[in-house]
């Protein structure tokens, strides 16, 4: 097994994510740890770097700034979309998220800021873009990934054999 947490290595760990304020943005449920694959863009780039190098039982605690986090504020992601562009059904609350296809093709996610009568404020940047990421982590678990783990650039679950569907 991996000593040591590097490119290509399974890494099981459990997480507490907190704003600047303390305030718990994100963190692991018990008993279900984050398994990730390290080296492939599973975690945030800032994260993944600090766990470089540490073994199992190791805490690291780390503060991500945005740069290597989620990414600086992009002012020019903020839009107002008319109500009518969206389905009559569609489900639009402050904090919804869901991907829309531009022009171009590409997909992007937004996330719903707000609801007027007839407009749709809707914003292009993570909701944690711009903020500095303060992390908790504890590394529970190392495993070499499977073949069709390291084809696929992400883990299937701690033992390799849960089945996912896209």
Do not use: C
Not at 68 to 92: C, H, K, M, T, W
């Amino acid at each position: 097994m991996p000593e040591i947490i590097a490119d290509d290595v399974v890494v099981t760990i459990d997480y507490i994510l907190r704003s600047g304020g303390g305030e718990v943005l994100d963190q692991s449920d018990a008993g279900d740890p984050l398994t990730y694959l390290h080296g492939h863009d599973n975690i945030v780039p800032g994260l993944e770097q600090a766990l470089t190098g540490k073994k199992v039982g190791d805490v690291v605690q780390i503060a991500v700034p945005p740069e290597e986090g989620y990414g600086v504020r992009d002012p020019e992601g903020v839009r107002v979309i008319d109500r009518d562009s969206f389905p009559p059904d569609a489900e639009l609350t402050p904090g919804i998220n869901f991907v829309a296809e531009l022009e171009d093709g590409e997909q992007v996610q937004m996330w719903v800021v707000g609801v007027d009568d007839d407009q749709v404020h809707i914003d292009m940047n993570h909701p944690l873009a711009g903020v500095t990421l303060h992390f908790e982590v504890k590394v529970i678990e190392l495993r070499k990934p499977l073949a069709g783990e390291l084809a696929h650039g992400h883990p299937h679950g701690r033992t390799g054999s849960e089945h996912h569907h896209h």
